[in-house]
């Protein structure tokens, strides 16, 4: 049974999107059936150039990828999740809609707070390696993610184990 993550972030146009293609490209890269997706409490409608880019740099096709309300995921059809990681202070902070959850009932919920690299400073070459360093520590706590027995862990040891990713 596919294990499904949802990542917020208010505008879903970087570390939402860095994080759902670094979770996708490890899942697939290991074999492991988990699905990311990503998604805005206040969409922006567009995806930041240079999240592209770094993760098109890393070998993620990118074509399919938009900016999308989390909405999409809490209506009936929408995948069941396992998981719901905020990103994003200002996502954390918000009052998240019900998402569904498979049989065990509403996801897990967690905070990965990253600052965010469209405010790094040294114009486009600044930006460029704040990105591309967001991006590496988000594929670094997705590995870790994805070494976790999702199949076997109850509530409270997911929901414990997520919070030391965290903190690492």
Known sequence: MTTHV???CTHNSARSVLSEGMLNHWAAKLGLDVQ???AGSAPSGRINAFALEALQRAGIDTRAYRSKSWDEFSTDGAPPLSIVITVCDSA???SCPVFFGGSAGQPVKVHWGYPDPSNAEGGDE??????????QAIGYRMLQLLALPLATMDRA????ALVEIGRS
């Open 6 to 8: 949802l990542i917020l």
């Open 36 to 38: 990311a997706h990503s």
């Open 92 to 94: 954390a902070a918000e």
């Open 126 to 135: 600044g930006k460029r390696r704040a990105f591309e360093l967001t991006r």
């Open 157 to 160: 040891a997911l929901q414990a």
